[in-house]
């Protein structure tokens, strides 16, 4: 019986799909955004307004069409009955609902098996419809709107389920918490704020489907455990763009508005906050950034740190960080790390745009998050250990694997002196090009070769006046080493030979050996170059999609100084990598001339040979 009862169930939800898709993909709009609105609107009629009543026309009566909608001395107002009746501007998510003539009685028609399911349909049912309305309007506008991956979702609710949230009000904020909100209703009543008065009645609408009592709430709380998505990298003029959170004088050091707004968030949250940010959130110390990390520390608030795979939070590949921020810390709880950021999806195909994840992988990661101990891709930090470091959170920096945490032993053994103790570091300057300008040389990371040496350079570059006149401090010397301090990150090469009028390309820095450095040169770059002193460069890199290493991480990198046969050890290593270079360059000579010359050859007269 339960079988044939969920064949039934299936056929239902697939009829209703079928019908809103085909209404869906009707060109009577010719904006998308307009018809996924006309068909929430419309299925809102049918669910609070099946009959008619009192003047206003059922969505379900076969007497009356939308001609009879124009008649204003029946005073049918359809739209202000459905805000009485569920608080749902329906006016915002369409305004031109009546004016469609025709139109809209065709469309009406065609969602009858949606209308009836929604109408009718069970809570599964209904969950159904709401999701597969979500992927219609992210596949038709989602280049415009964030959405956090179900896996986030899922996450939060484990989350909350473990701290005994399970039954309480969640505030959605924004728009990823707005697009997320009809997830948290299917367990939770929710409260949306977002700026977007379109996104926030469209998504309050589709709540409403669910039907009486309702699942979300028009008075924000306090006492409630929020979720907080922002956007990245807006600028809003909006007057009301961080109510119903009130500034204060912390706040107004934190310029960045998306770190502005999850801390107005959790200063307001009673107990816990969940918020998405993006993963330059953890080490820039731009726009008052910094200073937000410091109130998260400083108070104690922030519990766990997740970074995010890519593409996670649709439609941007900007890398993403789950924060879980709390009020009831003891000041020996330590903060939890969790690097997911390499983990694929066991099932490779999406959902929408988006990546979709395994129960059994969801409940592994909850599981990883939950135990709270240090693992390959997760540890345990104290709140000293942050603040030592000048309230960097870059997981790197302290997510470690047993061989680095291994190297870190062996190295602290031993004397170390930063880098800057041993080179100058010269930053490069931002090249002003002019077409007709002065020519100057741009070491290029293709100009190293492959035992890091810089000999020839292959690019030109013509540049402004006044740009070749500063750049003089900048031009290269036979020995100096160059950093990759962006992009190929750490890529060392040696300058073995003057190169005149040259200068680093935009993601070098140049190391110049001070006359005091207790390390000769070759020995350094041998260093750098090593596995060991990669696996260092790379710790201390930042950003997901660009790495880069800032002027003062590249300052502090720890170099250990050589004993005295290590330093005969360097010497015998550059003296046999020259060798063996020398070497395989005359055989790749000798390699290339039999090639060309293959064996059929003819002399001046045109005989062979």
Known sequence: ????????????????????????????????????????????????????????????????????????????????????????????????????????????????????????????????IIQYIEELTFKSIGHTLMRPNELITDISHAIFDEENLNKENINCFYQGGSLAASRFAENRTVYIRELNSWLENFTLGLISLY?????????????????????????????????????????????????????????????????????????????????????????NWLHTIIQLPTGIYSPSSIQTVLLVLKKDRTADDKIYFLDFSDVKPEVPTKRGSQFKYTTKEIKALCKEIFKRKNSSISTLI?????????????????????????????????????????????????????????????????????????????????????????????????????????????????????????????SFCILRKRDSALIDTDTLYQYLRSSIGQRFITQSGQGATIPFISIKQLKELKIPVPEKEEQRKAKKIEKRSNELFNSIDEMQKELNQLLEKGWLQVDSKGDNI
């Not at 003047?55 to 001609?67: E, M, N, P, Q, S």
């Not at 998510?93 to 349909?121: C, H, T, W």
């Not at 007057?239 to 959170?245: F, G, H, M, T």
């Open 211 to 299: 039907g009486k009592p309702f699942k979300f709430v028009k008075q924000y709380s306090k006492n409630s455990p929020t979720f907080i998505a922002p956007e990245f990298g807006i600028n809003l003029n909006k007057e009301d763009k961080y109510s119903p959170l009130n500034e204060d004088g912390e706040s107004l050091l934190i310029k960045e508005i998306n770190c502005k707004q999850i801390y107005l968030a959790h200063k307001d949250t009673k107990e816990i906050t969940i918020a998405i940010t993006s993963l330059n959130t953890l080490f820039s110390r731009s726009s008052g950034i910094n200073y937000f990390r410091k109130i998260l520390i400083d108070q």
């Open 382 to 506: 104290e709140r000293e250990k942050i603040i030592e470091s000048n309230y960097d959170l870059n997981i790197s920096k302290y997510v470690l694997s047993t061989e680095d945490i291994n190297l870190q032993k062996l190295l602290n053994k031993r004397k170390n002196i930063p880098l800057s103790d041993l080179v100058e570091i010269i930053r490069p300057l931002a090249i002003t090009r002019e077409e007709n300008g002065k020519e100057i040389k741009e070491v290029m990371v293709s100009d190293i070769n492959s035992i890091g040496k810089i000999e020839n350079l292959h690019k030109k570059t013509s540049v402004q006046s006044d740009f070749y006149e500063k750049c003089k401090s900048t031009l290269i010397k036979q020995g100096d080493i160059l950093i990759s301090i962006k992009g190929t990150l750490g890529k060392i090469g040696l300058v073995t030979k003057e190169i005149s009028n040259a200068i680093p390309g935009p």
């Open 1 to 128: 019986m339960k079988e044939k009862q969920l064949m039934t169930n299936n056929k239902k939800i697939q009829e209703a799909k079928e019908a809103i898709f085909n209404a869906f993909r009707k060109d009577y709009l010719n904006d998308k955004k307009e018809t996924i609105s006309l068909i929430v609107v419309l299925l809102i009629w049918a669910k609070y307004i099946p009959e008619t009543k009192k003047k206003v026309i059922g969505y379900f009566d076969a007497l009356y069409t939308v001609d009879d909608l124009d008649n204003t001395e029946k005073g049918y107002s359809i739209q202000k009955a459905l805000y009485e009746q569920n608080g749902v501007r329906t006016s915002e998510i369409y305004s031109d609902l009546f004016n469609l003539k025709r139109n809209i009685e065709v469309y009406r028609a065609m969602l009858i098996p949606a209308a009836r399911l929604i109408v009718q349909g069970n809570e599964t049912e209904i969950t159904a």
